[in-house]
């Protein structure tokens, strides 16, 4: 099984709705993010949480918020998507040696915004 | 503040011959830096990585990447690229003053027979 998974997958949704993606792991890291990839742009950190209780917001923030529901959980949600918020998104984990520990990434969910 | 380069959008190479993606770098601290490949509807897989030590550092695959502290400079290499090296390619920097990684914008290797 995969350590970092990811869901839904795929998901097409309408202008002002709102969506939640979940991300969860087994890895049994602290450290969890949620990044979104747009061509030509690279990854770009939306928020992350270095534990239960320690979220934090990255570059690109506003729009979305985040739920950290346990060790293993992160959720992302748009409150009222806007079709700019088009893209893919990943979940990441790394343990707790930070400076030095790669991140673990799930697989990504394709989010459409008509 | 932190930030990545990888000055070249496509890359293209024969099968066989040798293969180099660049990355340049600025960090405020010591940096430790990271390669990502991500291959089709997948997410992104760990390479190799810098913390110290040894400038040429190995990783997956046959990866692998060197170091250049003058140059600020990460380049990743292969010696004899394979098609299935087809890929986006992404270098990640953190320094450590700095709380995460900053992605480059990614690079699409492109592998021919």
């Known amino acids: 099984d995969a350590d970092v998974t990811q869901t839904p997958r795929n998901r097409i949704t309408k202008t002002g709705k709102r969506i939640m993606l979940e991300c969860s792991q087994t890895?049994?890291?602290?450290?969890m993010y949620w990044y979104r990839q747009d061509p030509g742009l690279g990854l770009r950190l939306i928020y992350y949480?270095?534990?239960?209780?320690?979220?934090n917001k990255g570059e690109i923030s506003d729009g979305y918020s985040v739920s950290r529901q346990a060790q293993a959980k992160f959720s992302l949600s748009l409150e009222s998507a806007i079709p700019n918020q088009t893209a893919l998104y990943f979940c990441?984990?790394?343990?707790?040696?930070?400076?030095?520990?790669?991140?673990?990434f799930g697989p990504g969910t394709r989010l459409t915004v008509l | 503040a932190q930030s990545v380069a990888q000055p070249e959008d496509q890359v293209n190479v024969a099968e066989g011959n040798p293969l180099t993606v660049k990355c340049t770098y600025s960090?405020?601290?010591?940096?430790?830096l990271f390669w990502y490949v991500q291959y089709p509807n997948r997410g992104l897989q760990f390479l190799l990585k810098?913390?110290?030590?040894?400038?040429l550092v190995k990783g997956s695959y046959g990866f692998e990447a060197e170091f250049n502290k003058s140059q600020t400079s990460f380049h990743l290499k292969k010696p004899s690229a394979l098609v299935s090296d087809s890929a986006l390619y992404f270098c990640?920097?953190?320094?450590?003053?700095?709380?995460?990684?900053?992605f480059g914008p990614g690079t699409r290797l492109s592998v021919l027979p």
């Open positions: 949480s270095f534990d239960v209780k320690d979220i």
């Open positions: 990441a984990t790394s343990g707790r040696d930070f400076y030095y520990n790669e991140q673990f």
């Open positions: 990640a920097v953190r320094d450590n003053i700095g709380q995460n990684f900053v």
């Open positions: 960090v405020s601290g010591n940096p430790y």
């Open positions: 890895k049994g890291h602290d450290r």
């Open positions: 810098y913390i110290t030590g040894d400038n």
